[in-house]
């Protein structure tokens, strides 16, 4: 295992934990299960990422963490008199926005591996 996997799984299992304590100080409902659907996106497509480029996986996994961290937070403890709306709609558009940005991203370097 490389130095760069180890960094890969750390990084992976911090936004693990950041996705299951941002949905589970909420309570559990309609509206955690789309983004801990969006987290798991996220986490999916980060893997896949790091099976063909490992370097720009991280990368991304490391922007994710970041502004995950910052909406997260707001989302816990900023979310008085609707700004909870807010910042749930900026958590789950960025990470299914960045995900799905990630996984064409994945496709397409696999795509132009499989015909050179």
Partial sequence: MRLNDKRFGIAWLVLLILAIVSCMAEGWNED????????????????LCHRVRPRAA?????VMIAYNAILSY??????RYGAG?????FALL???IHSIGLLIYTS?????????
């Fill in 74 to 79: 707001n989302l816990v403890f900023n979310s």
């Fill in 58 to 62: 991280l990368g991304n996994l490391i």
């Fill in 108 to 116: 397409t370097i696999r795509f132009i591996k499989k015909h050179n």
């Fill in 94 to 96: 960025l990470n299914a």
């Fill in 85 to 89: 709306l807010t910042w749930w709609l």
């Fill in 32 to 47: 955690t299960v789309l983004l801990g659907a969006a987290y798991m996106l996220s986490l999916l497509s980060t893997w």
